[in-house]
């Protein structure tokens, strides 16, 4: 599982979980940021929620490929945005799972991994992530999360 990021010898290396809420943004400027700093790279990771379609199989396929267009579209318009802001190519990854888990065993299977980066939400209710992670997820993983306020602006 995670062999792209896995595969990686790098150093300060710092997660991201590339998905389409607000708040994506502010967590890959950050990690960008923090990455420029400590002369590091981003991972960028999507996820791809288990289908649970059953007995249409032809639907469940044409779902699964749907999904997994879009969620590379979306994880090389990040990497274009990592790349613009540290000059460096991103790690990236796609895998499918329950993203809690997935991302869990990415860490685990890449030592070089420093951080998770995540940025809170501008509503009142902190997204899924941020409410896992900081709660009862946060035993599980190895490394420091790190938690950015939507409000704050990028350093750069």
Known sequence: MSE????EHRKGVFLIAVDATEEFS????????FANAEHGYV??????????????????????????DQ????????????????GKTPMVCIEEGDVADVIIQTINDNKNIVALVLASSRSSSPGPLVTYFSGKGLSKLPVPLMIIPANLEPLS
């Open 4 to 7: 792209n990021i896995a595969n």
């Open 71 to 86: 969620a590379e579209q979306m994880i090389w318009d990040a990497a274009g945005i990592v790349m613009d802001k540290t």
């Open 26 to 33: 502010t967590a890959i400027n950050y990690a960008a940021e």
């Open 43 to 68: 991972a960028l990771l999507n996820v791809i929620e288990k289908s649970y379609v059953q007995n249409w199989r032809k639907v469940e396929e044409r779902v699964r490929t749907e999904m997994r």
